[in-house]
């Protein structure tokens, strides 16, 4: 059987491409242990820039899991035998693929860390952080209504950390607009916040605030 170059250019690039990284190291096929290796030492092999932010903060729904709390899953929620968290009914609460190795790496090296989200739902953020076991890594917890804004006045009442010393992640452009404005520098995620998002994002706050 003959192929055409189209055919052969096809069957090359199928090839290729199973068996290596995507350039965002984000994916990795699941028989490259190289490729595994590599994604899984990000973050351990990330020496951190300097001048670093003495508060960064994180928006939650989009940011830190991929769904509202208010909307796409029912509580109460629990925590199951095996260590999975579910909603009322046993849907297992999914999280960001990076998020749990970001918070782990921040808190070891050091980070003071917050949570911002203008949510209705209150309570039951605050029990799935809880249960997540993500109370630890946040100092600060700034989780009602109203604008983020708001929340930044708190942070810096409590904290004593001014505006231009915080970096904050979200998905929604009015926030990243809004807190822009008053000097924090602001990261707009597109898919949950990565490593990529971090690193990217350490490197800008350091380079603009030498």
Not at 25 to 43: A, I, N, P, Y
Not at 77 to 100: A, C, L, Q, W
Not at 173 to 202: F, H, M, P
Request: proline share 4%; charged share 25%.
């Amino acid at each position: 059987m003959t192929f055409s170059f189209w055919q052969r250019g096809l069957t090359l690039l199928v090839a290729v491409s199973v068996g290596v990284c995507l350039s965002s190291e984000l994916f990795c096929h699941q028989e490259d242990v190289s490729c595994q290796r590599k994604r899984e030492e990000t973050m351990n092999n990330f020496r951190p820039p300097t001048p670093r932010p003495e508060l960064v903060v994180f928006d939650v729904d989009f940011t830190l899991w991929p769904f509202w709390v208010d909307t796409h899953v029912s509580p109460p929620f629990k925590k199951t035998s095996d260590g999975s968290v579910v909603d009322r009914y046993n849907h297992v609460i999914r999280v960001y693929e990076d998020v749990p190795e970001i918070l782990d790496w921040m808190s070891r090296q050091g980070y003071t860390m917050a949570v911002a989200s203008r949510t209705g739902a209150v309570d039951e953020m605050r029990s799935l952080l809880k249960l997540l076991d993500w109370d630890k890594y946040f100092t600060y917890k700034e989780i009602y209504p109203g604008s983020k804004t708001r929340h930044f006045e708190r942070f810096h009442t409590q904290s004593g950390v001014s505006y231009s010393k915080m970096i904050f992640f979200d998905d929604e452009e009015r926030n990243i607009y809004d807190l822009n404005r008053i000097g924090v520098l602001s990261i707009l995620v597109s898919r949950g916040v990565t490593k990529q998002v971090l690193q990217q994002g350490l490197q800008q706050f350091a380079q603009e605030r030498k």
